[in-house]
């Protein structure tokens, strides 16, 4: 990502967005920049290399408020944002949840998470494979905490479809796009029904 000084940034008008993905900060901005008139919102990566912070929080409105408070410090800035998701299915008692990234072992190994979400799942009848996208988003200004909540409810399929997406996108069919997985939608598509839209949503009526 291109690098920016914070020193070149106005604190009373940037916030930062506790990612390096320049697409999820286009998306972050375009749901929330109209209730900040006048904002700028600037991915976290663009203003360093910063480690990351320890996501030991029990939920996943924890996790996010542990990244955005880690931002505003590692900057210096006063507002920032983060959002935390993952799957959760009603049949493994919520699992994989806030595990979802790791949860078979390696962070981010998107093949064996499937693999082990289809292994968990073999039998299960359809009507029984109920699950929902969650994700939560925080918003820090100074003290302030802001939050915002969303899911996209649907089912765990019986076998991976599409190229698109990460994560469990493969196997996760929304229930706003009969017949179709989250990896086989468009990016518009997916980001016109996915949990972070709805959470950026909830947060925007709070703003």
Do not use: S
């Given at each position: 990502m291109k690098g920016i000084?914070?020193?070149?940034?106005?604190?009373?008008?940037t916030?930062?967005?506790?990612t390096g993905n320049a697409h999820k900060v286009t998306e972050?901005?375009?749901?929330?920049?109209p209730a900040m008139p006048g904002a700028r919102f600037v991915a976290l990566g663009e203003l360093g290399d910063f480690?990351?912070?320890v996501e030991d929080g029990g939920t996943f409105f924890d996790n996010a408020l542990i990244k955005a408070r880690a931002a505003q410090a590692e900057t210096g800035l006063p507002m920032a944002v983060a959002d935390d998701s993952g799957?959760?299915?009603d049949a493994l008692g919520g699992a994989p949840g806030i595990f979802s990234a790791r949860w078979a072992g390696e962070h981010g190994n998107d093949a064996a998470n499937n693999e082990k979400l289809m292994a968990q799942m073999a039998g299960v009848p359809e009507a029984e494979r109920t699950a929902r996208f969650h994700s939560s988003v925080a918003l820090?200004?100074?003290?302030?905490?802001?939050?915002?909540d969303g899911d996209c409810e649907g089912l765990v399929g019986f076998e991976p479809r599409g190229d698109g997406g990460f994560g469990y996108d493969p196997l996760f069919l929304p229930n706003d796009t009969p017949g179709k997985t989250m990896a086989e939608l468009t990016p518009d598509e997916k980001n016109a029904i996915s949990h972070r839209f709805h959470a950026l949503e909830d947060l925007s009526t709070k703003l």
């Open positions: 000084e914070v020193n070149e940034l106005d604190p009373a008008k916030v930062v967005v506790a972050i901005e375009a749901i929330l920049a480690p990351d912070p799957l959760c299915v820090v200004r100074g003290d302030e905490v802001l939050r915002g």
